[in-house]
């Protein structure tokens, strides 16, 4: 780390300011920076050495050592299936209190008979409950998932902030792309040099695992 730096005030050249001395300023994500090692202009979230302040101001910097990998990723999905599970059973007990006993045995029996359509609803109910689930938390302080709390994963946009709602519901949205194509879009965490889902590039975000 270097004792000197550079910053861009007004389109001028100012410093030289020690590490604590910028710090005590409130340096910006995007304040362009300067060593005394003669560096090119950099934004400050691009120097290494005030990773730890911005993560202090809530930033979390996708970088390559802390991008969760599939198999935390799968890990994290599993378990939102058992959240989702208990979720959904507690919503079906809740609505079999509001209908009667014969109308739902008449339900279960025609079921059978428009199979490919009552599939259809069913898959459109998961794939909708899972939205509104995964959208309502990685939109939350929480930046994920139950599954993904309990991995310590988080979702984070290119400049390390928590998703806004709108960003957040394209990211879950375009879910239904990543797993249309034989779950390729998924598949390609695997070997994607940000270990992005398709769903992830689409909507410009990054799921980071931050060490206890």
Not at 104 to 123: A, S
Request: proline share 3%; aromatic share 14%.
């Amino acid at each position: 780390m270097t004792d000197n730096y550079y910053i861009l005030q007004d389109g001028e050249k100012t410093g030289p300011f020690t590490y604590n001395e910028l710090v005590n300023k409130g340096l910006d994500i995007n304040t362009r920076i300067a060593s005394d090692t003669g560096s090119s202009w950099q934004n400050a979230s691009d120097l290494p050495e005030f990773y730890d302040y911005f993560e202090a101001k809530g930033h979390y910097f996708p970088t390559e050592d802390n991008l969760a990998t599939f198999w935390w990723r799968l890990v994290a999905y599993l378990l939102d299936m058992v959240a989702l599970y208990i979720i959904l059973s507690l919503v079906m007990v809740f609505l079999v209190m509001f209908f009667p006993a014969e109308q739902i045995k008449t339900y279960l029996e025609n079921f059978d008979t428009k199979l490919p359509m009552n599939q259809l609803k069913l898959n459109l109910i998961g794939f909708t409950v899972s939205l509104l689930y995964n959208t309502a938390f990685e939109a939350t302080p929480m930046r994920g998932s139950i599954g993904k709390k309990l991995c310590k994963l988080s979702v984070v946009d290119a400049d390390g902030k928590g998703l806004s709602l709108g960003k957040a519901f394209i990211r879950n949205l375009s879910k239904f792309i990543s797993g249309a194509a034989l779950c390729i879009g998924y598949l390609n965490i695997l070997w994607d040099e940000h270990r992005q889902g398709w769903h992830d590039q689409i909507a410009r975000t990054y799921v980071i695992r931050q060490e206890a």
